[in-house]
């Protein structure tokens, strides 16, 4: 009898310990999108650097759209390859008037088209854009259904047989501490992938992340009417200086989406 009741009660603790923890990780999932305006113009997280591949997908004459742009850094780099026709969102207003004046400052040549808006919801007429870039962009969104958004999104906005360039942080479980990152990820509630980023100094949430599998960017990008046309995976460092996979993608869009 005694240890019956012993046990209830660790259940019942269990079972409470496990809906905090599912309440906190849908608090933190629901925003997770807002953990990216806390940094402030360059702070904004920026280790990856554009992949050559992607110079045989774009003309200068295109029409280029950086989703999640951060402070520009790709903006600036397609400019000076001679790029003409550059827009970008973000979140971040901080990212987007450094790009601005940045732009103003150095004189970087073409037509700059900069705005802050959710890429759930892009402010571009349909099939407006010769190429999409999203650069460290997808490991900022661990909310399913906001993935879908995008990808949409991205879809209307781009023309027919126009170009998806993704590069982004993949799921490495061969390093110890990543696996350990995603195992503890899954426990409190996050889908495998998913993971706390704490700020060491406040130990406060500085945001969520998410690394992906190959299968799962296939999935999102076959669902939603592209064709993949490169995948690489390769080394590439992360904010904290960990060498991680890497995946670069190149897909084309080859139907409308869902
Ligand atoms: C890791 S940073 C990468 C910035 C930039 N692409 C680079 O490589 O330098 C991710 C960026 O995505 C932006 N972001 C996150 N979620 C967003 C959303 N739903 N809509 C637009 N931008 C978003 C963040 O504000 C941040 O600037």
Redesign the pocket.
């Known amino acids: 009898m005694f240890t019956f009741s012993i046990n209830m009660q660790i259940n019942l603790n269990s079972l409470q310990y496990n809906r905090n923890l599912f309440f906190t990780s849908l608090k933190n999932i629901q925003q997770s ?1 807002k953990d ?2 806390k ?1 402030y113009a360059t702070n ?3 280790s ?1 650097e554009l992949h050559p591949v992607i110079f045989s997908y774009i003309n200068p004459d295109d029409k280029i759209l ?6 520009g ?2 903006i600036f780099d397609l400019s000076k390859k001679g790029f003409r026709y550059l827009s970008g ?4 207003q901080s ?1 987007i008037d450094f790009a601005e004046e940045a732009i103003k400052k150095f004189k970087l040549k073409g037509q700059f088209n900069l705005k802050n ?4 919801n892009l402010p571009f007429k349909n099939k407006s854009q010769n190429a999409v870039i999203t ?3 997808w ?3 661990v909310d399913s259904n ?1 993935r879908n958004d ?1 990808i949409r999104e991205i879809n209307r906005v781009l023309k027919n047989n126009g170009i998806l360039y993704i590069a982004d942080f993949g799921q490495t479980p061969q390093i110890p501490k990543y696996k350990n990152r995603y195992e503890i990820g899954k426990i409190k509630g996050y889908d495998f992938g998913t993971f706390e980023v704490i700020n060491e100094k406040t130990g406060e949430l500085e945001y969520l992340a998410h690394h992906y599998t190959k299968s799962e960017f296939s999935k999102l990008l076959a669902d939603a009417g592209f064709k993949i046309e490169n995948y690489l995976i390769k080394p590439v460092q992360t904010r904290s200086g960990n060498t991680i996979n890497g995946h670069i993608i190149v897909a084309r869009k080859v139907a409308d989406c869902c």
């Open positions: 999108s990216w305006d940094f904004i997280p920026s990856l950086d989703v999640g742009m951060g402070f850094k790709t969102v973000d979140t971040n990212g808006a959710n890429a759930q650069q460290a962009f490991t900022t969104i906001a995008v």
